[in-house]
């Protein structure tokens, strides 16, 4: 209660006119009770392109929720690259995938544990071998998503992508509604990168545990990339280019993913709560899929089962957790708070999609918010304020909404049980 009022007190002090402005958008409220920490940045809100969603909760007596969102400088005319963030829907459409085949067979065939090898073809030389005898832990679709959900990894996201192919991926999200989303690329760190390569997708094929094989998928490729958003999305001034050349004129990255901030925001209330969506916007998984999901988007590195990872290889404990904690290697881990997230990081775009669950209070909210910090305007030289910037506002934002979910009263309180796994 004691925090409450001061919030009230705070509010009331401010000029009538800034009082006015924020009555009907409590997010803007927040930020402006919070000024001397958000200065530099609501100062310059659309140079560091900063875009925030965030989404109430409120519980009645059976547990039911109904969310309200209120937004913060959302457009998605101006773009967000959206890095890793795209992993969330790839995941969510390959676990949907499976469930779709088998629900065409008499027998279920494929589960996410089943036996993965993705081959090699002439366009894409990139593959990974799941029908090795003495391979304890096979690639399979729960490892990719994992590796995903844990670290951003890569080339789980690649084997993924290959499993879907582009014109799976695009028309998926458009018979769901989410028509502000183009994945068309796989991320860093593949060879496999020319537009030809990422049109077209590998074999995959899936074992039993005989090392039969039970379903083969062969070489897709895609006969009509889907439309850009905007037909030109300069970012940056200049831009070092895959030559290591530089050259003076801004990178377009029309041709590249996209994802609104919105949709993002939407795809992750789909995981979390995809009761409170419409039926169109959910994903066909079960149950069992969902607590998958669930657990390995709370997790840290170090909590994964079928691949852990510690502080020894550069995955601390608060190494995929940007609001709250800053991605802060030394941070201070609330045993009482989980983040359930999805996050990106490229090209001095910072971006986290999060539902943060405080056990003990009974809280619970969704997050998504990006900042890009690039002050030489230069892209692909690796000089990006993350550490200095781009963090330091996700790590503020976090705890600042946090505070005020810590001071907002509720009739009924959350009972988040299914959460709790650790």
């Keep these: 209660m004691r925090i409450r009022l001061i919030y009230i007190f705070i509010f009331f002090s401010l000029p009538y006119e800034l009082q006015s402005q924020t009555k009907e958008n409590i997010l803007e409220k927040i930020l402006l009770l919070q000024y001397d920490k958000f200065k530099p940045y609501l100062d310059n809100k659309d140079s560091y392109n900063i875009q925030i969603l965030y989404t109430q909760i409120q519980r009645d007596k059976n547990n039911k929720p109904s969310l309200k ?38 027998d279920m065939v494929l589960n996410k544990y089943t036996r993965m090898s993705t081959l090699a073809s002439s366009i894409c030389p990139e593959g990974a071998i799941g029908n090795i005898p003495q391979d304890t832990n096979p690639p399979c679709i729960a490892q990719y998503a994992e590796r995903m959900l844990l670290v951003s990894d890569n080339p789980s996201f690649a084997r993924l992508y290959e499993f879907l192919g582009q014109r799976y991926i695009y028309e998926t999200l458009q018979t769901k509604g989410y028509d502000s989303i183009r994945i068309v690329r796989r991320l860093g760190g593949s060879v496999c990168y020319t537009d030809q390569q990422n049109i077209c997708t590998n074999p995959v094929l899936f074992y039993n545990n005989q090392l039969q094989m039970i379903y083969r998928q062969e070489e897709i490729c895609n006969d009509s990339l889907p439309t850009p958003i905007f037909p030109k999305i300069p970012v940056g001034k200049a831009h070092i280019d895959g030559f290591g050349r530089f050259q003076n004129f801004p990178l377009d990255f029309a041709s590249n993913n996209f994802l609104a901030l919105s949709q993002l925001h939407k795809i992750t209330i789909a995981t979390i709560l995809p009761e409170t969506l419409e039926k169109k916007l959910r994903f066909n998984l079960t149950t069992e899929d969902y607590t998958f999901l669930w657990r390995l988007m709370g997790a840290y590195p170090y909590e994964g089962i079928k691949t852990a990872y510690s502080t020894q290889t550069g995955h601390f404990d608060a190494y995929k957790k940007y609001l709250y904690y800053g991605q802060d290697p030394n941070a201070q881990i609330n045993p009482n708070i989980r983040i359930f997230n999805i996050v990106g990081l490229a090209y001095g775009f910072a971006i986290d999609s999060a539902y943060i669950v405080d056990f003990d209070n009974n809280i619970e909210f969704f997050l998504t918010a990006a900042i890009h910090t690039n002050r030489d305007g230069i892209l692909n030289d690796n000089l990006y304020e993350y550490a200095t910037e781009g963090m330091p506002f996700l790590k503020i934002l976090g705890q600042t909404i946090y505070r005020y979910e810590l001071a907002r009263e509720k009739k009924y309180k959350s009972n988040l049980s299914k959460f709790k796994f650790f």
């Design 69 to 106: 969102t209120f937004t913060y400088n959302v457009d998605s005319r101006n773009y967000i690259y959206p890095a890793s963030t795209v992993k969330l829907p790839v995941i969510l459409m390959s676990l949907e995938k499976i469930n779709q085949i088998n629900d065409s067979k008499e």
